[in-house]
């Protein structure tokens, strides 16, 4: 074998290699670029949500501006009262549907009852109730289940994991409590 030959064979062998990195190079540059658009694409579809629940409670708050009624804190009694005649409770939808559902039965009992939005670790997002009772404080109500909760940040939403059934990161990151 001539010193041209094994010339010609190294660079067959280095433009194989630069080709190779090259395709490689190509090949993490799209997984990166999907990897992107499918971030972009989630991220749409989170302010979309958002804008969603933005607008769903700007419309709560306008409806309950027109109430004009004088609406009490109720006892701890009458919270605990209430979810016993709700109980069995099935209402067509989410939580914003629950929550709304609740809130408006103790409005219609001449109770004041405030949304609780509730943001978890894992991006999802939950409403609720809250009650400022005159004997008790705050009483936190999950509505769908129809039972007082305690949220505490960092810790998960309700024991055992009970909406998220262990499928989401349901540990509570921040809670908005909708005062009118």
Same mark, same amino acid.
């Given at each position: 074998?001539?010193?041209?030959?094994?010339?010609?064979?190294?660079?067959?062998?280095?433009?194989?290699?630069?080709?190779?990195?090259?395709?490689?190079?190509?090949?993490?540059?799209?997984?990166?670029?999907?990897?992107?658009?499918?971030?972009?694409? &989630?991220?749409?579809? #989170?302010?979309? +949500?958002?804008?969603?629940?933005?607008? /769903?409670?700007?419309?709560?708050?306008?409806? *309950? =501006?027109?109430?004009?009624?004088?609406?009490?804190?109720?006892?701890?009694?009458?919270?605990?009262?209430?979810?016993? &005649?709700?109980?069995? #409770?099935?209402? +067509?939808?989410?939580?914003?549907?629950? /929550?709304?559902?609740?809130?408006?039965?103790? *409005? =219609?009992?001449?109770?004041?009852?405030?949304?609780?939005?509730?943001?978890?670790?894992?991006?999802?997002?939950?409403?609720?109730?809250?009650?400022?009772?005159? +004997?008790?404080?705050?009483?936190?109500?999950?509505?769908?289940?129809?039972?007082?909760?305690?949220?505490?940040?960092?810790?998960?939403?309700?024991?055992?994991?009970?909406?998220?059934?262990?499928?989401?990161?349901?540990?509570?990151?921040?809670?908005?409590?909708?005062?009118?």
């Amino acid at each position: 074998m001539t010193n041209s030959m094994l010339r010609i064979g190294i660079v067959l062998v280095l433009t194989l290699i630069v080709v190779g990195l090259y395709l490689y190079q190509d090949m993490r540059i799209n997984e990166l670029i999907n990897s992107q658009i499918a971030l972009i694409d &989630e991220r749409d579809s #989170l302010i979309e +949500d958002n804008e969603y629940l933005t607008v /769903s409670l700007g419309n709560l708050q306008e409806d *309950y =501006n027109e109430i004009d009624i004088k609406l009490n804190e109720p006892t701890y009694g009458e919270v605990i009262q209430i979810l016993k &005649e709700l109980n069995g #409770l099935k209402v +067509d939808g989410n939580c914003c549907n629950y /929550s709304e559902y609740v809130q408006g039965y103790f *409005y =219609n009992n001449g109770l004041q009852c405030y949304i609780v939005i509730t943001n978890f670790k894992g991006g999802d997002g939950h409403v609720s109730v809250a009650l400022n009772t005159k +004997d008790k404080g705050w009483v936190y109500v999950e509505p769908i289940v129809l039972g007082e909760y305690n949220p505490v940040m960092g810790k998960p939403y309700l024991p055992l994991g009970l909406l998220s059934k262990g499928t989401v990161d349901d540990k509570v990151v921040t809670q908005l409590v909708v005062l009118r």
